[in-house]
């Protein structure tokens, strides 16, 4: 076992895993992960908060303004019985679900600013 300050990772395909060490023992293992536009490590801090995330907290920050990492579905629960006629409805159920045009378009002004100018999609099929 690694003492506190020398953190060992152990890589399973993208994802490796971060011992944390408190007190001198080996306490809770966190996940990290790479950012899908820059390929840098994610904070294991914001793995930890936002698991779903698969943006470091510059691209997190950055996507924002196209639209933001995920967008909230909701829909009505039903709470009768499969095919019954009487229908009732229960409370409002929310779902996270990834904004795939907004990583589109991240990964498209990422990749201008890397290589050249960004123009959006939208402009761009207007010229």
């Keep these: 076992m690694a003492p506190p300050g020398q953190a060992t990772f152990r890589f399973v395909g993208e994802i490796a895993v971060h011992p944390v060490f408190r007190k001198g023992k080996l306490n809770m293992v966190r996940p990290l992960r790479k950012c899908e536009v820059c390929r840098g490590w994610i904070a294991p801090e914001r793995v930890a908060t936002i698991p779903r995330s698969r943006l470091c907290i510059e691209h997190a920050q950055r996507i924002d303004s196209f639209g933001g990492e995920f967008k909230v579905q909701f829909y009505h629960e039903r709470i ?26 991240l990964i498209e002004w990422y990749e201008a600013e890397a290589f050249g100018s960004f123009q959006p999609a939208a402009e761009a099929a207007l010229r």
Excluded at 83 to 105: F, H
């Design 80 to 105: 009768s019985k499969a095919g019954s006629l009487k229908v009732n409805y229960g409370g409002i159920v929310t779902r996270l679900v990834r904004n795939q045009p907004a990583m589109e378009r």
